[in-house]
Structure formats: structure tokens, C-alpha cells
């Protein structure tokens, strides 16, 4: 019996080694990343320059403290400053640290403005982490249920609905801050409008509130940009990062600029781990393998590619609601639930993943080439079709179990 907490379904498949988007199981199998670690590594895997940083800088110091001056930790926030344009960073180790710092600040922030009970708007369908604060932010019955009570302080909205952001605005004062995931991942590869992020952004200025943009898994290059908020031409007050920020390595960051510079001080937030030299190390050689290596263009490129190619393969096709999404950010969504497509694509040699139920996300390592995003393509598009030309009945057992 295995000692591990049962948190997680596992599928039965264990990687012990990768090189750029392949992976390798036990028996040597090999397969072709479309996941990335759940849009983490940004490099792919075992890319020279940040193996070559990393084991250097594990010779020569991993942790010191925050108490302490750290080189590599001013490296990373000046990296992150400039690819931002805000200000500040705060660093932590995952993107719930990242987003419970963002709802802090928000918090801080309208107590320093006399606002006793402040209120933050947030979004039908994002998810923002599992922490209590996260998770009750969060837009989804399934990861609440069983945690109550929820923390207060959270209006919601339906995402690009720029009428229901200003009935709040009329009817609540104690609201000090929207929080949005300006593309969505768990919550199916749902894209903000661009219009709506500026009425989003109009209204915040209008009304003196934070703009604060999740961009733990959309954001860092994977849209074409470094950041969604870039392609709407604003810039928020506070920028939660995570999952690409170091290829792997365990890092968030708390980016503040705008309204939000200076709402922290020193004592207002902490942690040990936080920025540690190994973390920094991984962020900078990141950061720099990115721009040097025009990761930016080629995710536009080869997600242009895989979506087009997607598009005709599977566009039109009964069953295929909807291929959307941005750069190397793609959903295929189909009328029907369809985890088990997971299954068929690791047998074929191919790594995906199912999210809310029905929504194949693509999000691969920006390190992918044009070829290999057409062979993703040549992968996923017979298995979604094999899928699909299933009797109803099989490729819905829920339903179907639920009507018998
Ligand atoms: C994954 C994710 C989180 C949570 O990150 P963890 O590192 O798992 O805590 C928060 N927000 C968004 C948008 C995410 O995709």
C-alpha cells in the first residue's frame, strides 16, 4: 500500500527522464509533451543551459535565508520588473503563496484607505489555488465543498461581463480590488475579451481599485506575450506568477507596481523558503533562455500551428464544441465529458490533459518546434475522433449511469 496521501487519480505512468519535449517511461517508451507539468516547464526538460545553472549553483549555496543580502533574489526581481513593468516582487514557492500575497495586498491596501471589511471581485470558473484564502476565491463548487467556512470578502462575477463588474461597483463599497485570470486554465481555456480586460482596467481606475491579473498559468511567454494583460495594452497593480517562472523548479512571485507599490512592509508578509538562491537561480536562467532563445515568437508560431492544425482536423465536426485559446494556451472543447481521451493519447505516446470535464488543454514546453507541434496534432486529432464516434452512451458514463 502506498504511503503517499490519495490526492490524486494517478494515471499508471511514470517518467524518469525527458529531453526537450520528450519524455521517456521505465520501460523507455517515448512520448511527446503537451503538458508541460501543467504549463511549468517552460524549457522542456533537461535544456543544457539551466541543467548546466542549476547544478552549479547547488555547488555552490541552495538556501540561505531572508535574512540575509541575496544577489541572485535582486537579479530575478529586476528581470521580473522590467517583463512586468511594476515595481515590486515578493517570492514565494507556488502559485496559492503567490495569489494569498496578491489577496493580502488587496486587503492591506483598502485598510490603509479606511475600508474595514474589504471586498474583492472575482470570476465564475477561475481558479486562483487550495489554500482557504485561494480556494475561496476560487469560482468552483468541487474545490470548496468540504471546507467551509469559506473566507469572506469575495463578490463574483461572470467572466466578460463588464455590466455585472459595474452593479458591483454601484451597490458595494467595501470593494477594493478585481482579481481575474485573464485566460483560464483549470476552468476550461476560457479567454477574456481583450475590450472587456480595458473596461475591466477603466473601471478599477475609475473607482480606485487594484487590477490584479493571475497569471500563474497563462502568463510568462505562453500567449506570444510575457504577459495576457500586454495584449490588452494595460498594465495592472499586482501580478501573481508561478508554474513557468522556473522551468520546474518550486518558485512563485507577487508582482506589485501601481496602486499597490508600498502596501507591504517589512513584518506584513514573509516566508523561509522564499527566493532562496536554487529558486532565483532557476528564474533567471528561465527568464533569459526565453528572450535569448525567442520563446516568445516561437509560441505564437507553433501555437498557431497546433491550433490551425487542430482547427482543420477537428473544426466542424460534430461533437467539437469550440478550439480556442492563445499562443501555447489551447483548449478543444466537446459536447461531452472526456478524461478518458488521457488514457488513449499516453498509450499512443502522447501527453494531454482533460480539464472541466470536457476540455482537452494543450499547454506544452515553449521550447516546442514547429514539427513537433504538427505531430501533437497527428497524435491528438484521430484519438479525439476515435472518441467521438463512440456510441453516446460510451464516451458518457456519468450521464448514463446517471439515467439508468
Ligand atoms: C495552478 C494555478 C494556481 C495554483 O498554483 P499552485 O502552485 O498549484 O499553488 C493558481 N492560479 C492559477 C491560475 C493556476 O493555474
Redesign the pocket.
Same mark, same amino acid.
Given at each position: 500500500m502506498s504511503h503517499v496521501m490519495n490526492t490524486y487519480a494517478r494515471l499508471p505512468v511514470a517518467f524518469v527522464r525527458g529531453q526537450g519535449v520528450w519524455l521517456y517511461d521505465e520501460s523507455g517508451k517515448q512520448y511527446l509533451d503537451a503538458l508541460a507539468g501543467?504549463?511549468v516547464n517552460t524549457l522542456g526538460y533537461a535544456h543544457p543551459r539551466l541543467v548546466r545553472a542549476l547544478t552549479e549553483q547547488i555547488g555552490r549555496v541552495i538556501h540561505t535565508s531572508n535574512l540575509f543580502q541575496m544577489p541572485l533574489q535582486e537579479q530575478a526581481a529586476d528581470r521580473i520588473a522590467e517583463i512586468t513593468g511594476l515595481d515590486e516582487v515578493f517570492f514565494c514557492n507556488? !502559485?496559492?503563496?503567490?495569489?494569498e500575497a496578491a489577496i493580502k495586498v488587496a486587503r492591506k491596501y483598502g485598510h490603509d484607505r479606511g475600508v474595514a471589511e474589504p471586498a474583492i471581485i472575482v470570476m465564475e470558473k477561475?481558479?486562483? !489555488?487550495?489554500s482557504l484564502a485561494?480556494l475561496s476565491a476560487t469560482g468552483s463548487r468541487k474545490v470548496q465543498a468540504g471546507f467551509e467556512p469559506l473566507v469572506q470578502g469575495f463578490v463574483r462575477v461572470p467572466l466578460n461581463d463588464l455590466e455585472a463588474v459595474r452593479q458591483v461597483a454601484a451597490n458595494n463599497k467595501n470593494v477594493v480590488a478585481v482579481f481575474i485570470?485573464p485566460i483560464? !486554465?483549470?476552468g476550461g481555456i476560457n479567454v477574456s475579451r481583450l475590450d472587456y480586460l480595458r473596461g475591466l482596467k477603466e473601471i478599477c481606475e475609475h473607482n480606485d481599485w487594484l487590477f490584479m491579473s493571475?497569471?500563474?498559468?497563462?502568463g510568462l511567454g505562453r500567449t506570444g506575450k510575457w504577459f495576457v494583460y500586454q495584449h490588452a495594452g494595460i498594465q495592472p497593480d499586482v501580478v501573481?506568477l508561478?508554474?513557468g517562472l522556473a522551468s520546474g523548479v518550486p518558485v !512563485?512571485a507577487c508582482v506589485v507596481g501601481n496602486r499597490a507599490k508600498g502596501v507591504f512592509k517589512p513584518g506584513n508578509h514573509g516566508s523561509t523558503f522564499g527566493g532562496n538562491p536554487l529558486a532565483m537561480c532557476g528564474v533567471v536562467t528561465t527568464l533569459d533562455t526565453v528572450k535569448d532563445e525567442g520563446l516568445l515568437e516561437n509560441a505564437v508560431k507553433v501555437g498557431d500551428a497546433i491550433r490551425s492544425g487542430l482547427a482543420s482536423a477537428l473544426g466542424g465536426l460534430a461533437g467539437v464544441t469550440e478550439i480556442r485559446g492563445m499562443g501555447m494556451m489551447i483548449g478543444v472543447e466537446l459536447d461531452r465529458p472526456c478524461g478518458e481521451i488521457v488514457k488513449t493519447a499516453l498509450a499512443r505516446g502522447l501527453v494531454t490533459n482533460v480539464t472541466a470535464d470536457n476540455v482537452i488543454r494543450i499547454v506544452p514546453p515553449l521550447v516546442m518546434s514547429e514539427v513537433e507541434g504538427r505531430q501533437v496534432v497527428e497524435r491528438l486529432a484521430p484519438i479525439v475522433r476515435e472518441f467521438l464516434q463512440q456510441p453516446a452512451d460510451a464516451t458518457q458514463p456519468a450521464r448514463a449511469a446517471a439515467a439508468r
Amino acid at each position: 500500500m502506498s504511503h503517499v496521501m490519495n490526492t490524486y487519480a494517478r494515471l499508471p505512468v511514470a517518467f524518469v527522464r525527458g529531453q526537450g519535449v520528450w519524455l521517456y517511461d521505465e520501460s523507455g517508451k517515448q512520448y511527446l509533451d503537451a503538458l508541460a507539468g501543467i504549463a511549468v516547464n517552460t524549457l522542456g526538460y533537461a535544456h543544457p543551459r539551466l541543467v548546466r545553472a542549476l547544478t552549479e549553483q547547488i555547488g555552490r549555496v541552495i538556501h540561505t535565508s531572508n535574512l540575509f543580502q541575496m544577489p541572485l533574489q535582486e537579479q530575478a526581481a529586476d528581470r521580473i520588473a522590467e517583463i512586468t513593468g511594476l515595481d515590486e516582487v515578493f517570492f514565494c514557492n507556488s !502559485g496559492l503563496e503567490a495569489n494569498e500575497a496578491a489577496i493580502k495586498v488587496a486587503r492591506k491596501y483598502g485598510h490603509d484607505r479606511g475600508v474595514a471589511e474589504p471586498a474583492i471581485i472575482v470570476m465564475e470558473k477561475a481558479f486562483h !489555488g487550495r489554500s482557504l484564502a485561494t480556494l475561496s476565491a476560487t469560482g468552483s463548487r468541487k474545490v470548496q465543498a468540504g471546507f467551509e467556512p469559506l473566507v469572506q470578502g469575495f463578490v463574483r462575477v461572470p467572466l466578460n461581463d463588464l455590466e455585472a463588474v459595474r452593479q458591483v461597483a454601484a451597490n458595494n463599497k467595501n470593494v477594493v480590488a478585481v482579481f481575474i485570470e485573464p485566460i483560464q !486554465g483549470e476552468g476550461g481555456i476560457n479567454v477574456s475579451r481583450l475590450d472587456y480586460l480595458r473596461g475591466l482596467k477603466e473601471i478599477c481606475e475609475h473607482n480606485d481599485w487594484l487590477f490584479m491579473s493571475d497569471e500563474v498559468q497563462c502568463g510568462l511567454g505562453r500567449t506570444g506575450k510575457w504577459f495576457v494583460y500586454q495584449h490588452a495594452g494595460i498594465q495592472p497593480d499586482v501580478v501573481p506568477l508561478a508554474k513557468g517562472l522556473a522551468s520546474g523548479v518550486p518558485v !512563485g512571485a507577487c508582482v506589485v507596481g501601481n496602486r499597490a507599490k508600498g502596501v507591504f512592509k517589512p513584518g506584513n508578509h514573509g516566508s523561509t523558503f522564499g527566493g532562496n538562491p536554487l529558486a532565483m537561480c532557476g528564474v533567471v536562467t528561465t527568464l533569459d533562455t526565453v528572450k535569448d532563445e525567442g520563446l516568445l515568437e516561437n509560441a505564437v508560431k507553433v501555437g498557431d500551428a497546433i491550433r490551425s492544425g487542430l482547427a482543420s482536423a477537428l473544426g466542424g465536426l460534430a461533437g467539437v464544441t469550440e478550439i480556442r485559446g492563445m499562443g501555447m494556451m489551447i483548449g478543444v472543447e466537446l459536447d461531452r465529458p472526456c478524461g478518458e481521451i488521457v488514457k488513449t493519447a499516453l498509450a499512443r505516446g502522447l501527453v494531454t490533459n482533460v480539464t472541466a470535464d470536457n476540455v482537452i488543454r494543450i499547454v506544452p514546453p515553449l521550447v516546442m518546434s514547429e514539427v513537433e507541434g504538427r505531430q501533437v496534432v497527428e497524435r491528438l486529432a484521430p484519438i479525439v475522433r476515435e472518441f467521438l464516434q463512440q456510441p453516446a452512451d460510451a464516451t458518457q458514463p456519468a450521464r448514463a449511469a446517471a439515467a439508468r
